[in-house]
């Protein structure tokens, strides 16, 4: 290793350092920080957040960049840190560009937005919200003219949250994915429904928690690398290499929705607690690409997590540690799980649904950025969306466009990582099939472990090396494609509604 | 306020921004950072630690206050700003003459004694504890040639836990508490003992931790101001001026330490939840006297919480929340909780015989100090002490001279503190009898709040403006004595025991 790459991991372990602060910080405002405490750790947040952002921006930084980026020296490099040169040099160009006044205009308008989006939200009043969204729509914009000027907005959103991931890659895949979902959710809604009414009930939170613990287990998260807390919604965050937490939310009237957020934090930290050592202080250990991360939580909550073997092994343990979950046999639970049925809630739907709850969004945020449609049309927008992907009109905007939060401040372009996740998940279930065999045979015999390795080997291990394309690449599974993914709706769905 | 006040305050509240980052960092890894995060969590904790001292020995910084301690600029100061220029010019004098390469070495030693104490202490082998145990009275010593030259080096360690406190003072204070304790300790033990079996079934550790909240909310602790964890060994840590977390650690088998340790905590907490606002950044607002800071953690657990009234109005709601508490009557609890008897371990020991562990220790760090009695012979010394003290004696050191952490990392005349608190105590005591009226009256009808309040108003609030000494005197209660604290006994245990 050359003196200078030294210099520059021992530069981005000292970025660690304030960025492990403030990410502690945030997690501990959001899992126990008392009302009182929450104005001083804010401070402390943000104090040691700009902290770590005038690192990433240093003249000094930006020079070790420029001379490890020349071939005498890059070509020394390791694979990882010749990724790294390349990486933060594109992203400090960007940034370099954005003005300070700009940037702090930005971080105080969106924090002034969230509280507005909760306002309005709260009061289901869309002109709460309105004036805060067009703000933010046009500080993204603006953001967006100096990072990437000349470039098509919506492009670069989505490939801020995806690497390499652009309007035309989305649009096919979604295109693919509606074209077959649509006829899928008509058929599933002609078949009878079934009673859903014993996931409700009297579930003792402390008994929840213990069958989380258990869930978590079984399905790889390391505890001597992990830890769990409480939080109004549940969330993830790496704290270092091996230590990944993940909150979850309780509701001591129904724990199937809990046990299933556990399930999905999970994949997140596993993903987490499995980056190779040898990538810290390189940009690999670093994991940006959100289609990709959300496609190891999803992987877990849906492709296992609500595959019914995934609870023959552990069913009988679940009822003792939380007695009152007997209610619920293992048919009711499938039923539970698999209820697909037309929504208005996102995080409330089911996996099919969800895709199209996905796919509303996504052409919402297009009609933002490509047609310029006014803040003002977005409601209706919204609600005539949802009677064509749905059938069905919310009465009220809580209910519709002011149901998530990610638009108020400036989150843009996230949305599709999720559904991207899923399309990602239909293909690596095609390869684990390929290379473990039978996956309802390995549920079924507790050998969910092997997955879960499998998964580590062939994603997690590698942290942000590959983008999606480039691990289907390698997995030889061809170019991106939904197919794979509507097959496994398809053919689940048959089973389980009789079609 | 002067501009250059202003600018101290600013510098005071930035290291407490570091101070604050090292503060969350320790109270994660005491309760729950997970095994493999703890490296990288130590590494972060100590990097914000080594930034805050660095503001505390900049040249900056002694500029700052060598310019406000010039009369013209002096005596335009608050009284909190004249505090903190002056104690903090002291701290700096001190610190500023110790080798940059000494304090280094001295943190390394301590972290490898701590160790070497946990082995040992395991192992019950005083041996594998002797060489560190030298090396940090060794260094010690040579601290302390730095930082006051020419002194007394047991008077500084003592005034270095308790500001204005000498040799002398708790010379006098300790052989008054001894002559009076001894013959009572006799006396109580030549009575019937009760049985305190009942002490002992299953208690639920997470109807404990229900029990637990009313109990720190009953007292006066504010959840919004505060938060509870679990850690090996309880202990509160301030976060903010709003925000003091206490930890507890619970035993499903015995449940009665674990409420006692939560009142304790809890103590402590009140204070720094209470201490003015208007300290902020200012030296008042950091309570370093621990006897000041023990003795509300012991008023609220022995002087409060040991009074079996204390229990009247929330005993019905504590078998509630924890059936098997059922199990201890009120006359029960009144025994189990005040069950004088001699004892090897001083974390276990009650109310009274506790005064004689901490006089054992004094005695020992006196022998250590003063009389320079070599490492090999301590462990026979604190033997034969025990037997002077209590008539009894340890089969092992790990039950004798090894069961304490604190001489391992250098904390020597920290254990006076703990004493010097329940002096106190006896006489904050007396001054709430004048001012409320009787005790045990106001417990029984539920009025505990009005001693909070009090305690609030004439200790709390003030933070570490005044010395004990000088806080006697503003309540009238003139030279620090051991005698309320003896009669408080006397007449409690006369009761009791039927003496």
């Known amino acids: 290793m050359s003196v200078l790459s030294e210099k520059l991991q021992n530069y981005l372990h000292e970025i660690g350092l304030y960025e492990r602060a403030a990410a502690l910080m945030y997690w501990d405002l959001a899992t126990q920080t008392p009302d009182k405490g929450v104005g001083p750790m804010q401070e402390a947040l943000s104090y040691f957040s700009t902290k770590a952002f005038s690192m990433w921006t240093a003249p000094e930084y930006e020079q070790m960049l420029r001379t490890l980026q020349k071939p005498e020296e890059f070509e020394k490099l390791s694979p990882a840190l010749k990724l790294t040169v390349k990486r933060y040099l594109e992203d400090y160009e960007r940034n370099k560009n954005i003005p300070q006044d700009f940037y702090t205009a930005f971080v105080t308008e969106s924090a002034k937005s969230e509280k507005a989006w909760e306002e309005a939200k709260r009061a289901d009043d869309f002109s709460v919200f309105a004036p805060h969204l067009e703000k933010m729509i046009a500080m993204t914009k603006e953001k967006l003219s100096y990072t990437h000027p000349g470039k098509d907005p919506y492009d670069v959103l989505l490939d801020q949250f995806e690497t390499g991931m652009s309007t035309a890659a989305v649009d096919r895949l979604f295109a693919e994915l509606k074209e077959g979902l649509i006829p899928l959710m008509k058929r599933i809604a002609a078949a009878p429904q079934p009673d859903v009414s014993m996931a409700y009930g009297h579930f003792d939170i402390d008994r929840q928690k213990r069958v989380q613990e258990l869930l978590l287990k079984y399905i790889g998260f390391d505890f001597e690398a992990g830890a769990t807390g409480e939080s109004e919604h549940p969330f993830t965050t790496d704290l270092s290499m091996r230590d990944s937490r993940v909150t979850n939310h309780f509701n001591e009237k129904e724990c199937v929705n809990a046990f299933f957020s556990a399930i999905h934090e999970g994949g997140h930290a596993i993903f987490g607690q499995n980056i190779g050592e040898e990538y810290e202080d ?218």
Chains 1, 2 share one sequence.
């Open 282 to 499: 390189t940009c690999v250990s670093v994991v940006n690409m959100m289609g990709l991360h959300e496609s190891q939580s999803r992987f877990f909550e849906n492709i296992l997590g609500r595959n019914i073997n995934f609870w023959v092994p552990v069913y009988d343990e679940i009822c003792k540690l939380l007695p009152a979950f007997k209610q619920i046999s293992m048919e009711d639970l499938n039923r539970i799980m698999n209820n697909v049925h037309p929504s208005l809630i996102r995080t409330e739907a089911d996996e099919v649904s969800y895709c199209l709850h996905i796919i509303l969004r996504y052409e919402v945020e297009q009609a933002i950025f490509r047609d310029n449609v006014p803040v003002c049309e977005l409601p209706a927008l919204w609600n005539d969306k949802m009677e064509e992907l749905f059938g069905i009109r919310p009465d009220t905007d809580a209910a519709g466009i002011l149901q998530d939060m990610h638009w108020s401040d400036g989150s843009f372009g996230y949305f599709p990582s999720y559904l991207l996740g899923s399309i990602y998940d239909g293909m690596y279930l095609q390869a684990v099939k390929r290379d473990l065999g039978d996956v309802d045979e390995l549920l079924r015999s507790g050998r969910i472990r092997e997955i879960t390795d499998w998964l580590i080997t062939n994603i997690h291990h590698n942290g942000s090396m590959y983008t999606a394309p480039e691990i289907m690449k390698r997995l030889g599974l061809g170019e991106l494609s939904a197919k794979p993914l509507l097959d496994y709706f398809n053919e689940k769905y048959a089973k389980i509604y009789n079609l």
